[in-house]
C-alpha cells in the first residue's frame, strides 16, 4: 500500500461501504510512474466465513501495477440487521446498519 498515492489515508465515508470501484477523488495519482490513469482491480477474493461475507482486492495502477491499496469489505446478518464495514487506504473507512425488517425498529416514532 502506497501512501504517496492518495490524498488521505482511510478518509472516513460514514456508511459509504463499496463492495467493488475506487474512490477516485482521493486518488493523486501513481507514486511510481507519476500517471493519473484509471485504477484496476486486482487479485479480488470472495470468502464466506462463520456467516461473514469478505471481499478482498488489490487497487492497481494500470499503467505500472503499482499496487495503491488493499481493500476490505465486509457483509454480514447480526440479528435482524445487515452490518456492512470498509476498509481501505484509498476509499476509506465505514460502517452500515440495514434493518431487514419493513419498518426499522431504531426509527419508529414512539406512539405517546
Given at each position: 500500500m502506497c501512501t504517496d498515492c492518495v490524498q488521505k489515508e482511510y478518509p472516513n465515508r460514514g456508511n459509504t461501504c463499496l463492495e467493488n470501484g475506487s474512490f477516485l477523488l482521493n486518488y493523486v495519482g501513481c507514486a511510481k510512474c507519476n500517471q493519473r490513469d484509471f485504477i484496476l482491480i486486482n487479485?479480488?477474493?470472495t470468502e464466506e466465513?462463520?456467516?461473514e461475507e469478505i471481499v478482498t482486492y488489490d487497487h492497481v495502477c494500470k499503467n505500472c501495477h503499482h499496487i495503491i491499496a488493499r481493500h476490505e469489505y465486509?457483509?454480514?446478518?447480526?440479528d435482524d440487521y445487515q452490518e456492512y464495514t470498509m476498509l481501505c487506504m484509498l476509499?476509506?473507512?465505514a460502517e452500515d446498519t440495514i434493518s431487514i425488517?419493513?419498518?426499522d425498529p431504531r426509527r419508529m416514532a414512539?406512539?405517546?
Open positions: 487479485n479480488k477474493t466465513d462463520d456467516g465486509t457483509f454480514s446478518v447480526v476509499c476509506g473507512k425488517l419493513p419498518d414512539p406512539l405517546f
